[in-house]
């Protein structure tokens, strides 16, 4: 009988052996799916992924900016941020009194240009008053209208102007479109009644025949038998209509 070989009747493999290794070399080569990336996507990550492209900015911003502090710390140990403005003890009165100055230029400023205001309004009103004064009382007075004609026959109309003045405004065109629907609406409301009127008419003849045919037809002798003289004379009035 042929040589059995060892390897392959060991079936206990253990962490040492050749044939795990050999195992593991064969379950390495298997190609597994890669994560699909843009080709767009510069940044390194996202922020559901851990830190996203802003995260590591502001990181990055966050760290100069503490560099910076702590080299200002360095040199002058005891400065402190100023976050408003302080005048110097010095020259504190010196500032003070040039706002003061600043202050009393704007509001002089503001009280002449009130003034001058002020002025001009009444040189304007005495103006008026010696023209009204100027004017003679025995001149009769010109109807504005009178003077806007005869200005307007005075100047040359040119055939521009005249086609201006016939054109009509937006507001004479709707005008006109409201007249007509109103007109419409009227005589739409007029031949309606018309109509009902004629139709009410109608009905109540014909209810009156048919009550006056039942009241013929419907007479009966003392004996309660219909009476057949008046149904006679009925249908003989009414071929003679129809002939008729």
Known sequence: MAPVDRKTTNKNFTKNSKNWKKGKESSAGVKKNRKWISQHKVFEGSVKEGQGFALKRKQKVKYEYNKLLKKEKKRNPDSKMLYKEEYPEHLKHLYMAEEEKLKKEAWENRVNRTKHRMQGQETRDENEADEVVSEP?????????ETADAGKESLPMSNRMKKKLQKKTSYQKTKEEFEKIKEKRKKKKEEYLKNK???EEAIKRYKQKKMETFQILSKKTKKGQPNLNLQMDYLLQKIQGKQK
């Open 137 to 145: 009382t025995d001149s009769t007075p010109v109807a504005p209208e």
């Open 197 to 199: 009127q004629q139709r």
